[in-house]
């Protein structure tokens, strides 16, 4: 097995952060430093460290779906002691969160320690479908909404094709529906900025076919073992 998704299977970190980790020079396979991303190892007989802490496959994985509540940060820890998506979450076990919503954006949001389900999720390869509840200013012509499906050219790359749709009319205001399905750094933000059009308020609804349904702001539950079925055939 590969080490980085061994060490994803201990649940340790997502895959891409395991990358990382074997980077660094974090990673020691029977005591030796190992930095070669193709590695691969013996599962039964090698015995694998990360930061010199023996790690071992999880057991049991855990898939939590929670409905992020804004003034939470989408990371396990914060350097500015800022509140947590995880501390919402009442597990014991280690779980990170699937991809990023930013500080002030709201909604649907997966929770797990499979850390080969989350590199499937968030690596753009895969085109997992990601839909927005954006509340922007002003009202954004047909010409303007064209740009999502062509691709705007933001900072250093172009965007995926997208989907947009005006699905209400406020005197000063727009709320529209936006469908990516790739996930850049504040992207949903920065596409409305691009066309002149900042966003107010951002609520994600679903991943794939998984919506948030009636599951309050700020409560959260496990998926059905459909809905892990369901994602892991993605």
Not at 78 to 96: H, P
Not at 140 to 163: C, H, M, N, Q, R
Request: net charge positive; with cysteine.
């Amino acid at each position: 097995m590969r080490l980085q998704k061994y060490i994803a299977n201990c649940g340790v970190a997502s895959r891409r952060k395991s990358e990382t980790l074997i980077q660094q020079g974090l990673v020691t396979v029977n005591d030796k430093v190992v930095t070669e991303m193709g590695f691969k190892l013996d599962v039964v007989e090698d015995h694998v460290k990360v930061r010199g802490k023996l790690i071992k496959p999880t057991e049991e994985m855990i898939y939590i779906l929670l409905n992020k509540p804004t003034g939470f940060v989408t990371t396990v820890s914060d350097q500015f002691d800022r509140k947590t998506v995880t501390d919402l979450v009442g597990v014991s076990e280690r779980i990170f969160p699937v991809g990023r919503l930013d500080y002030h954006t709201s909604g649907f949001l997966l929770l797990t320690n499979d850390g080969n389900l989350t590199f499937k999720l968030t690596h753009p390869k895969f085109k997992v479908s990601k839909v927005y509840i954006a509340k922007v200013k002003g009202k954004p012509s047909s010409s303007k909404l064209s740009l999502f499906e062509k691709g705007l050219e933001i900072e250093d790359y172009v965007t995926a094709p997208a989907k947009i749709s005006i699905i209400k009319i406020l005197p000063h205001e727009v709320i529209v529906k936006i469908t990516l399905r790739e996930g850049k750094n504040r992207q949903v933000r920065k596409m409305c900025d691009a066309i002149g059009h900042p966003v107010v308020e951002l609520n994600r609804e679903s991943m794939g076919d998984l919506q948030l349904g009636d599951l309050e702001i700020g409560k959260w539950r496990h998926l059905t073992q459909k809905e892990i079925t369901y994602l892991k055939e993605l």
